[in-house]
């Protein structure tokens, strides 16, 4: 195994955690947890418009059902590759078990270029990926829901092929979150990711003895999770200073107006051209001066290459593993707060998790109660991570991961070894 993959990253994240807990747990139980229950490649060959069949590789990673079915989004890129998905779904596991959701961890992987498929062949292989993993997904298996490459569309497209191959009129109970509400989806799920980073980057900030109002911020990455981040961080009074996606960067010291920016991107679906700041090199941008970085784009962005540069003192990880171990190190040296992922972007699979309550209860929530909740269960969590990491004097995402960990291991344990 390469050193610089996720799926290395993750290795590293949990044998770290496993040390911490050797005396607590037998040594064979912490073993299992390294290797997920279950990884498969799935070979899809769709008739795309042009009439011709195309081959397309698809990947589906339980990790760990230990808390309930395996929970994750599918990521449609060109790179993603199995020991990503693995890594994902086994990060996936900590996350539900952190945001105390009755879910294990599970991801899917397309590849695939999202961005350069036409509609019309974008749901042709969603639908051809959903028949082919129709085994792995079921509300008591496996529940997928977005993630980079894939949106709510998507999630609809999966229900309705999964309705249509079971003859029924719906699906009894709740086969896909992060679909449109229309469907069965619940509001506020869209934003959820991007609420719960802006919630826990405000708790961390009273944290570092400071307040959000007034504070500058540098977001990376404008697609579901960076807009929203950054639009609700501008809401509460943040100077949003810095914003890059993957084709470059946008700086401006007394701030960019978010909800404009916000507009023109709906229209342009770009960056670059808005009128309110000058256009930087997106990577530049990490480094430049902040006190809030929101890495909310692609995994392996804050390296030993560039953290001993990175001038913000709180990084909120939007996306997932943005940080390399390497990295994580030399930002922990230098006083600079990290709030991991398991706990900064957990706001939407907790989201999830009240799609899937709604459905499976046939009840109806509404945006306010979504929220509400949200925001509850983001303070309350970060509240217990932080106290934990000051009491054992841990990072805070060692203390996420023990608190996460301990909890699969207890499931594990109480389940016991015997099928
Ligand atoms: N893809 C999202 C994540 O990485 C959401 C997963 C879900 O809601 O199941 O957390």
Redesign the pocket.
Known sequence: MSENTLLAHAMANYNRTAALLKGEFAEDLLDKMHQPQERSELILSPQLADGKSRVFHAFIVHHSSALGPC?????MTAGVTLDDVNA?AM??TW?CALIGVP?GGG?SGIVADAESLSSYDKETLIRSFTRNAQRHIHPLIY??????GTNERDMGHIKDTITYSLGHATTQGCYV??KPVILGGIPG?REA?GRGVAIATAAAMVALGGKLAGATAIVQGFGNVGSVAALLLAERGVRVVGIADARGGLHNPDGIDVAALAAYFAKQRKLAGFPGARAVDGQELLTMPCDILVPAAAGNQITKDNAARIQAKLVAEGA?GPTTPEADAILEKKGVLVIPDILC??G??F???LEFTQETQQEQMTLADVNTRLEQRMKDRFAQVHELARERKLSLRQAAMLLAVRRVAQALEARGNLP
């Open positions: 929970k994750g989004g599918i990521r994902l990060e996936m996350k879910f991801k529940v997928p829901a977005p993630d980079m979150t992060g799920r990711t997932n972007n957990a939407g699979v989201v999830s998790y």
